[in-house]
């Protein structure tokens, strides 16, 4: 089993930056892909970006792309995403995510652990 826990969320003013950690532990020997979601009120959630094991291979949704950088740390075991330019279409809860699959994972059924969530508010 893996363990994922996200941090850094929080309120933001619309043109902020917020950083997102997911930290992961457990048997993390099996984790490749590593990614972010969001799911905003009413809303299926939806693919933002993700990394391969040596991160140097990213993917990121149209929606993000410009504005967000997701980059890895496996000496650490920990991912992060860099939010720049915020926008309050960008409200959500951010959820972690992490797959045994090789190379970046774009849909959700390619991931086997999810993080509980951090909340992200961008106010206008």
């Known amino acids: 089993q893996v363990q994922l826990v996200e941090s850094g969320g929080g309120l933001v003013q619309a043109g902020g930056s917020l950083r997102l950690s997911c930290a992961a532990s457990?048997?993390?020997?099996?984790?490749?892909?590593m990614g972010w979601y969001r799911q905003a009120p009413g809303k299926e959630r939806e693919f933002v970006a993700s990394i391969n094991w040596s991160g140097g291979s990213t993917a990121y949704a149209d929606s993000v792309k410009g504005r967000f950088t997701i980059s890895r740390n496996n000496a650490k075991n920990l991912v992060y995403l860099q939010m720049n330019s915020l926008k309050p279409e960008d409200t959500a809860v951010y959820y972690c995510a992490a797959g045994e699959s090789a190379g970046v994972v774009v849909r959700a059924r390619g991931y086997d652990y999810w993080g509980q969530g951090t909340q992200v508010t961008v106010s206008s």
């Open positions: 457990g048997s993390i020997f099996s984790i490749n892909a």
